[in-house]
């Protein structure tokens, strides 16, 4: 789904620019051009950046040692 309208940017294609290691705002809008022209994608590039994170964030819990816990 094309979340920037503006730049043509799809979600997919953020998701992408976060999988090979964009991870600020900043990052992405010079990657893609996000949030470069009328700026109302902003909202939604920043859920995907929080989701990532999130996702991020759970991954990085599972695979903490289990000595930790104990
Ligand atoms: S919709 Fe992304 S800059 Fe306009």
Redesign the pocket.
């Given at each position: 789904m094309i979340?920037?309208?503006?730049?043509a940017?799809s979600d997919r294609q953020i998701r992408s620019s976060l999988r090979e290691g964009a991870q600020t705002m900043s990052q992405l809008r010079a990657d893609l051009?996000?949030?470069?022209?009328?700026?109302?994608?902003?909202p939604r590039?920043r859920e995907l950046l929080d989701e990532h994170r999130a996702d991020e964030a759970r991954s990085v819990g599972s695979l903490a040692c289990a000595c930790a816990a104990a």
């Open positions: 979340v920037c309208v503006c730049r940017v051009g996000v949030t470069t022209c009328c700026g109302k994608c902003g590039v």
